[in-house]
Protein backbone atom coordinates (compact mmCIF):
# COMPACT_ATOMS: atom_id res chain seq x y z
CA UNK A 1 0.00 0.00 0.00
CA UNK A 2 2.63 2.01 0.79
CA UNK A 3 4.03 2.39 -2.80
CA UNK A 4 0.70 2.98 -4.34
CA UNK A 5 -0.09 5.67 -2.39
CA UNK A 6 3.57 7.34 -3.25
CA UNK A 7 2.31 8.83 -6.59
CA UNK A 8 -1.57 9.85 -5.79
CA UNK A 9 0.30 11.22 -2.30
CA UNK A 10 2.65 13.13 -4.37
CA UNK A 11 -0.10 14.66 -6.79
CA UNK A 12 -1.86 15.42 -4.08
CA UNK A 13 0.56 17.31 -1.96
CA UNK A 14 1.07 20.00 -5.02
CA UNK A 15 -2.25 19.94 -5.37
CA UNK A 16 -3.26 20.61 -2.16
CA UNK A 17 -0.59 23.22 -1.92
CA UNK A 18 -1.87 25.40 -5.07
CA UNK A 19 -5.37 25.25 -3.85
CA UNK A 20 -4.41 26.45 -0.41
CA UNK A 21 -2.26 29.45 -1.66
CA UNK A 22 -5.24 30.15 -3.92
CA UNK A 23 -7.62 29.46 -1.33
CA UNK A 24 -6.18 31.69 1.59
CA UNK A 25 -5.39 34.37 -1.19
CA UNK A 26 -8.44 34.63 -3.15
CA UNK A 27 -11.07 32.44 -1.33
CA UNK A 28 -10.87 30.47 -4.61
CA UNK A 29 -10.35 27.11 -6.01
CA UNK A 30 -10.14 27.27 -9.10
CA UNK A 31 -11.60 24.68 -11.95
CA UNK A 32 -8.12 24.46 -14.09
CA UNK A 33 -6.44 22.54 -11.02
CA UNK A 34 -9.87 20.69 -9.68
CA UNK A 35 -11.11 19.22 -13.40
CA UNK A 36 -7.66 18.07 -14.34
CA UNK A 37 -7.12 16.81 -11.32
CA UNK A 38 -10.37 14.70 -10.87
CA UNK A 39 -10.11 13.51 -14.42
CA UNK A 40 -6.18 12.62 -13.99
CA UNK A 41 -7.21 10.46 -11.01
CA UNK A 42 -9.48 8.68 -12.91
CA UNK A 43 -6.98 7.83 -15.33
CA UNK A 44 -4.89 7.09 -13.24
CA UNK A 45 -6.50 4.20 -10.87
CA UNK A 46 -7.98 2.99 -14.11
CA UNK A 47 -4.63 2.20 -16.08
CA UNK A 48 -2.69 1.17 -13.23
CA UNK A 49 -5.47 -1.34 -11.14
CA UNK A 50 -8.03 -1.66 -13.42
CA UNK A 51 -11.38 -1.42 -13.30
CA UNK A 52 -11.51 -2.01 -9.62
CA UNK A 53 -9.26 0.79 -9.62
CA UNK A 54 -11.59 2.87 -11.67
CA UNK A 55 -14.27 1.74 -9.26
CA UNK A 56 -12.72 2.44 -6.20
CA UNK A 57 -11.90 6.02 -7.76
CA UNK A 58 -15.63 6.51 -8.67
CA UNK A 59 -16.57 5.85 -5.32
CA UNK A 60 -13.77 8.43 -3.95
CA UNK A 61 -15.29 10.86 -6.32
CA UNK A 62 -19.25 10.63 -5.48
CA UNK A 63 -18.03 10.50 -1.79
CA UNK A 64 -15.86 13.84 -1.88
CA UNK A 65 -18.81 15.18 -3.97
CA UNK A 66 -21.49 14.69 -1.58
CA UNK A 67 -19.99 15.04 1.70
CA UNK A 68 -19.60 18.76 0.63
CA UNK A 69 -23.24 19.26 -0.99
CA UNK A 70 -25.45 20.08 2.09
CA UNK A 71 -22.34 22.53 3.66
CA UNK A 72 -22.67 24.14 -0.22
CA UNK A 73 -26.10 23.98 0.00
CA UNK A 74 -25.90 26.38 3.16
CA UNK A 75 -23.18 28.53 1.58
CA UNK A 76 -20.43 27.13 4.19
CA UNK A 77 -18.20 26.23 1.32
CA UNK A 78 -17.71 27.43 -2.61
CA UNK A 79 -18.16 25.00 -5.53
CA UNK A 80 -14.32 25.16 -5.56
CA UNK A 81 -13.97 23.58 -2.35
CA UNK A 82 -16.96 20.44 -3.59
CA UNK A 83 -15.20 19.98 -7.12
CA UNK A 84 -11.03 20.02 -4.74
CA UNK A 85 -12.77 17.60 -2.42
CA UNK A 86 -14.37 15.23 -5.63
CA UNK A 87 -10.65 15.11 -6.99
CA UNK A 88 -8.87 14.48 -3.98
CA UNK A 89 -11.53 11.25 -3.69
CA UNK A 90 -10.43 10.39 -7.30
CA UNK A 91 -6.96 9.87 -6.60
CA UNK A 92 -7.26 8.54 -3.05
CA UNK A 93 -10.84 6.22 -3.25
CA UNK A 94 -13.38 6.77 -0.36
CA UNK A 95 -11.76 5.21 2.34
CA UNK A 96 -9.29 7.27 2.31
CA UNK A 97 -11.08 10.15 1.16
CA UNK A 98 -13.20 10.02 4.68
CA UNK A 99 -10.30 10.35 6.35
CA UNK A 100 -9.29 13.74 4.63
CA UNK A 101 -12.96 15.15 5.20
CA UNK A 102 -12.46 14.52 9.09
CA UNK A 103 -9.22 15.87 9.57
CA UNK A 104 -10.13 18.93 7.17
CA UNK A 105 -13.63 19.30 9.09
CA UNK A 106 -11.78 18.93 12.38
CA UNK A 107 -9.50 21.57 11.14
CA UNK A 108 -11.79 23.82 9.91
CA UNK A 109 -13.59 23.59 13.17
CA UNK A 110 -11.08 24.67 14.89
CA UNK A 111 -10.23 27.42 12.89
CA UNK A 112 -13.55 28.56 12.81
CA UNK A 113 -13.97 28.31 16.24
CA UNK A 114 -10.60 30.40 16.91
CA UNK A 115 -12.25 32.74 14.36
CA UNK A 116 -15.06 33.21 16.15
CA UNK A 117 -13.52 33.80 19.48
CA UNK A 118 -10.73 36.00 18.38
CA UNK A 119 -13.01 38.33 16.36
CA UNK A 120 -15.93 38.48 18.18
CA UNK A 121 -15.80 37.45 21.81
CA UNK A 122 -17.48 34.12 23.68
CA UNK A 123 -21.05 35.79 23.18
CA UNK A 124 -21.35 36.87 19.51
CA UNK A 125 -19.15 33.66 18.66
CA UNK A 126 -22.53 31.73 20.61
CA UNK A 127 -25.10 33.64 18.92
CA UNK A 128 -23.16 32.70 15.29
CA UNK A 129 -23.29 28.99 16.20
CA UNK A 130 -26.68 29.11 17.13
CA UNK A 131 -27.54 30.97 13.85
CA UNK A 132 -25.69 28.34 12.13
CA UNK A 133 -27.36 25.58 13.72
CA UNK A 134 -30.78 27.09 12.64
CA UNK A 135 -29.53 27.38 9.26
CA UNK A 136 -29.15 23.53 9.24
CA UNK A 137 -33.18 22.84 10.65
CA UNK A 138 -33.71 24.83 7.81
CA UNK A 139 -31.33 23.25 5.39
CA UNK A 140 -34.61 22.88 2.51
CA UNK A 141 -35.28 26.86 3.05
CA UNK A 142 -32.10 28.14 2.40
CA UNK A 143 -31.03 28.17 -1.06
CA UNK A 144 -28.81 30.63 -3.67
CA UNK A 145 -25.58 29.16 -1.35
CA UNK A 146 -23.13 30.26 -4.52
CA UNK A 147 -24.56 33.96 -4.35
CA UNK A 148 -24.30 33.95 -0.79
CA UNK A 149 -20.54 32.97 -0.89
CA UNK A 150 -19.49 35.42 -3.52
CA UNK A 151 -21.36 38.40 -1.77
CA UNK A 152 -18.95 36.75 1.77
CA UNK A 153 -15.87 36.95 -0.56
CA UNK A 154 -16.38 40.82 -1.80
CA UNK A 155 -16.69 41.70 2.11
CA UNK A 156 -13.63 44.08 3.66
CA UNK A 157 -13.60 41.66 6.21
CA UNK A 158 -14.03 38.41 5.13
CA UNK A 159 -10.90 37.12 6.38
CA UNK A 160 -12.23 37.47 9.66
CA UNK A 161 -15.59 35.31 8.36
CA UNK A 162 -14.41 32.97 6.54
CA UNK A 163 -12.66 29.79 6.69
CA UNK A 164 -10.28 28.95 3.14
CA UNK A 165 -11.51 25.21 3.06
CA UNK A 166 -9.50 24.34 0.61
CA UNK A 167 -6.29 24.74 3.09
CA UNK A 168 -8.38 22.23 5.62
CA UNK A 169 -8.48 20.09 2.76
CA UNK A 170 -4.57 20.25 2.45
CA UNK A 171 -4.11 19.63 6.31
CA UNK A 172 -6.28 16.63 5.79
CA UNK A 173 -3.86 15.47 2.41
CA UNK A 174 -0.98 15.93 4.14
CA UNK A 175 -1.80 13.65 7.59
CA UNK A 176 -3.67 10.88 5.58
CA UNK A 177 -0.33 10.99 3.05
CA UNK A 178 1.96 10.64 5.88
CA UNK A 179 0.02 8.34 7.95
CA UNK A 180 -0.28 6.30 4.99
CA UNK A 181 3.28 6.44 3.78
CA UNK A 182 4.26 4.86 7.32
CA UNK A 183 6.10 8.58 8.27
CA UNK A 184 3.92 8.84 11.31
CA UNK A 185 1.52 7.30 13.35
CA UNK A 186 -1.76 8.35 15.23
Known amino acids: MTTLFAIPGAVLIVAASIAAVT ?3 KFKVHNALTIPLLVSGLAYHGLAEGWS ?3 T ?4 VLFGFAVLL ?3 AMGGVGAGDVKFLAGVGAWLGMSHAINVFVIAALAGGIYGVGLMLLTSGPGEAFINLQILWL ?3 AFGLYLGADQHVELEVKRP ?3 RRLIPFAAMVAVGILATT ?3 LELIRF
Do not use: N, T
Not at 57 to 60: E, F, I, Q, T
Open 23 to 25: DIW
Open 53 to 55: GLG
Open 57 to 60: SVLG
Open 70 to 72: IPY
Open 135 to 137: RLK
Open 157 to 159: DRR
Open 178 to 180: LFS
